[in-house]
């Protein structure tokens, strides 16, 4: 879970995972939404030097029976995976990613999604949600150059979850070719791995900007 972003859109002092929402860190209402999901046997955060015995507090209350390792991630979220991926045991089947700034992944489609990544026919599985807006592919000067069937266009969500083998080749690929994704998914396509869509809903979204952030307090106030 890559909790070391800086929160520059946000624009607050505290970085996202660690605001307050009617009494619990963003961060802790992230993790209850996995407490009650058998497959999960080990948990890994990434957070920065100064949260790391807040995060290990917060992480310690919500899972009391997996082990539990917090370091320090980098100056990319790509980065945070990275180090993290570096901690998950060699008997791990799958690994999932999940931003700790998603607080309403529901556990519904965090099952559906390690289902379908387990499946043989696929490397992983990604939360999506299919584009509600036409996007339009834009070059440098403001001018669009193209419109893609927006029936096509998915937005990508977390959790992403992969088969362990492959995660790690794909990361150890990028971290060669310097490649920096946007996604852990894009990683995995970029060898030529094989990532199915589960259809989520927009409810999962991410904590970017201020008004995301009230309505994440305004959703979990009435929790
Ligand atoms: N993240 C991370 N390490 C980084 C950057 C991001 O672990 N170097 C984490 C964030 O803490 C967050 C998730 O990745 O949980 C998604 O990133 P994002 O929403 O972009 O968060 P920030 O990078 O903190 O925000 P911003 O891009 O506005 O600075
Ligand atoms: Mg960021």
Redesign the pocket.
């Known amino acids: 879970m890559?909790?070391?972003?800086?929160?520059?859109?946000?624009g607050k002092e505290i970085?996202?995972?660690y605001l307050t929402i009617a009494g619990k860190t963003i961060l802790e209402h992230t993790l209850l939404q996995f407490r009650h999901v058998k497959e999960i046997h080990e948990l890994i955060i990434?957070t920065s030097e100064l949260f790391k015995e807040q995060t290990r507090e917060i992480a310690s209350a919500v899972f009391c029976d997996i082990e539990l390792t917090v370091i320090e991630?980098?100056?990319?979220?790509q980065?945070?995976v990275f180090k993290a991926l570096q901690y998950v045991t060699d008997s791990a089947e799958l690994i999932a990613i999940h931003?700790?700034?998603r607080p309403f992944v529901s556990e519904e489609l965090i099952l559906d999604c390690i289902k379908t990544a387990s499946g043989s026919d696929v490397d992983g599985a990604i939360l999506a949600t299919p584009a509600k807006d036409t996007i339009k592919e834009v070059v440098d000067n403001n001018l669009v150059v193209a419109t893609p069937e927006r029936d096509r266009m998915w937005q990508a969500q977390t959790p992403q979850i992969f088969k362990r083998e492959i995660l790690l080749r794909a990361y150890n690929e990028a971290a060669s070719r310097k490649y920096i994704g946007t996604d852990d998914s894009s990683l995995v396509e970029m060898i030529g791995g094989k990532v199915s869509v589960i259809k989520s809903t927009a409810d999962n979204f991410?904590i970017?900007y201020p008004l995301d952030f009230q309505l994440a307090k305004l959703m979990l106030s009435g929790k």
């Open positions: 890559p909790a070391a972003g800086s929160g520059t859109r946000m970085p996202k995972p990434s991630g980098g100056a990319e979220r980065e945070s931003d700790a700034v991410k970017t």
